[in-house]
């Protein structure tokens, strides 16, 4: 079975600044997708960033970016420019295609405090 | 356009009672998912359409909970009877043909 894990249940940032959330997975596939989804307080979560596996190259999203180890099965994320608007729980997924839908396995989050 | 629509959005029953939540995906989605989140957790899938057929229900306690999604369109999700172990948050998502998962805002349960 898939599983994802999120080593930093917190982290904080000075607003402006840089910070890298971790992910590792474990699979036997080798296509497959991953996702970073953003679930601000009391609100929805949203879909930050995807990356298939197939791609050599990390995916960006404006101030979001991967970096990708397919081979380490690592998957992090770096917020630049950190907002205050960035503070949110953040959920690593890994995601697989199964009779022509998608299923995701999610971790168990990293709440991200932006500090003014 | 409107986005995934659940309700109710809170829920406080005691032990034993029945709950049903609902939820309206974003038209034109073919694929609705059923998601629990406790608390400090991710989302745990529960069951998953395509259309009307549930296609993946293996994670969904099938002694209490029942889903339908009849037409293909909204879907209810049911527990009868509750538990206490079922306070979570219940989560609706959508997609279109297996593309990126568009969430609703959930139905907070609390079981007393």
């Known amino acids: 079975a898939q599983t994802v894990t999120q080593s930093q249940p917190e982290m904080s940032v000075q607003e402006a600044e840089t910070v890298t959330l971790s992910c590792t997975y474990d699979?036997?596939?080798?296509?497959?997708?991953l996702f970073w989804y953003k679930q601000p307080p009391s609100r929805q979560m949203i879909l930050v960033i995807r990356?298939?596996?197939?791609?050599?190259q990390n995916a960006t999203e404006n101030r979001f970016s991967v970096n990708f180890q397919k081979a380490a099965k690592s998957f992090s994320l770096k917020i630049s420019d950190s907002q205050l608007g960035d503070a949110a729980m953040y959920f690593c997924a890994y995601g697989l295609y199964q009779g022509g839908s998608e299923k995701l396995v999610f971790g168990k989050g990293t709440k991200l405090t932006v500090n003014p | 356009e409107a986005g995934v629509v659940q309700s109710p959005r809170y829920k406080i029953i005691e032990k034993k009672q029945p709950v049903a939540f609902w939820c309206n995906p974003i038209?034109?989605?073919?694929?609705l998912y059923w998601y629990r989140q406790n608390l400090g957790q991710g989302p745990e899938l529960l069951i998953r359409?395509?259309?009307?057929?549930?296609?993946?229900d293996s994670q969904l306690p099938k002694d209490r909970f029942s889903a339908e999604r009849l037409k293909g369109v909204d879907s209810t999700l049911k527990i009868q009877p509750a538990e206490l172990g079922d306070s979570a948050v219940y989560l609706c998502a959508s997609s279109l043909e297996g593309l990126e998962q568009f969430f609703g805002p959930g139905t907070r349960l609390t079981v007393l």
């Open positions: 359409y395509e259309n009307e057929e549930a296609v993946d």
């Open positions: 699979t036997s596939e080798s296509d497959y997708y």
């Open positions: 990356q298939e596996a197939y791609k050599q």
């Open positions: 038209s034109g989605h073919n694929t």
